[in-house]
């Protein structure tokens, strides 16, 4: 895993920006700023600029010579982050983070990493690498087993998970057996440590790239696909999986897998990203 580079938010923009791609640099900046003045973006890009010069990254001599300020291994790789067609998400409002994995070429990968939406870090990383820094990002554990939980609900009922208010309304519709019971009693008792927020990893795939996107993808006239989305919630010992199935009447499985099973079911991904 190699880092290439840790910037702010309107670093990114500023770079994004200077590389050619004005939508993206816009997307960047709406999505972090909001709606801002001509001064205020002024301001702001000023300010990234100066970072930009003590780190070394834009060449001001340069850039008063009406020449390129910024290297050509720093233009490439903002053009691999623009142009990647490929996109892994990983959520975590819990730590106010986000991980993220944009393809460019063969096996080759830009991880990305977003704190409070203000700070991002990007690494150069193979896909197998992607499953140990997932792994290693969330710190999940487990034993080698853990213990045979699991119940199912009806779609309706899952969405009901999200409110407080209507997790009696979810015992009260679903035909739990007393194991069943158990087991959603444990769930419920991890999601409320999580402050009922569960994760999810999702695929992205932009067959026309990802011009107009900014890092928590926010689209604006971008063709994209969602190939694959699963949710999980860590626990004690274990992972809980959200898992839909062919039942007509309660087609989601929440079931407790180990550390070791999760990540399998992150591997997955590789059969469906078409690269």
Known sequence: MELVMTCTTAELMLLVGVCDYPSVAKGIGAATFGKRSEKEWKAILETAEHQLILKGIIDDEKAERGEEPISDEMK???????QS???????????????????????????????KDIIHEFYYVTFDEILDQIREYYSFSSGDSVPAEQFFLTEKAFDWLNEPKKVDKVKKKSEFTDEEKRSFEHFLEDLEAKNRYLYNLTTFHFPNGTDNLSPDLYMENVLYHMRDLFFFLPSQNGVWLVEYTPHPKTPVRIYLVTVKEWIERVARFKDVIEV
């Open 85 to 115: 067609k490929w996109i892994i998400r990983g959520t975590d409002m819990p730590r106010k983070r986000a991980l993220m994995f944009h393809h460019y070429e063969g096996d080759n990968w830009l991880a990305h990493i977003i704190y």
């Open 76 to 82: 490439t790789f903002i053009n691999r982050y623009v």
